[in-house]
């Protein structure tokens, strides 16, 4: 079992900056290929960026050159770096975790974009 906990959610206006966390429980965190995902209003959940064990990290083209994902294994925690926010960057923000034994949900954080 993986238990992760996202958090940094919030309102924010467009063009503002946010980032998000996501603390992972388990101690062999490194070995996780880790991703963020999103589901805004009414539509289906959309992946918005994934970072391997590696640091090789992939993004949707929407939040190309405006988000970041990072991780830090000695922390257990993946961020995603939000800047030049757009309205339609609202939605909840999921984190997951791929691993071998499986792929683990956070329970989701709220970002708004609005003014």
């Known amino acids: 079992q993986v238990q992760l906990v996202e958090s940094g959610g919030d309102l924010v206006q467009p063009g503002g900056s946010l980032r998000l966390s996501c603390a992972a429980s388990?101690?062999?965190?490194?070995?996780?290929?880790m991703g963020w995902y999103r589901r805004p209003p009414g539509k289906e959940r959309e992946s918005v960026a994934r970072i391997s064990n590696g640091g090789v990290a992939n993004y949707a083209a929407s939040v190309q050159g405006r988000f970041t994902i990072s991780r830090d294994n000695a922390k257990n925690t993946v961020y995603l770096q939000m800047n030049s926010l757009k309205p339609e960057d609202t939605a909840v923000y999921y984190c997951?975790?791929?691993?071998?034994?499986?792929?683990?949900w956070g329970q989701g954080t709220q970002v708004t974009v609005s003014s």
């Open positions: 997951k975790a791929e691993t071998s034994n499986g792929v683990y």
């Open positions: 388990r101690s062999i965190f490194s070995l996780y290929a």
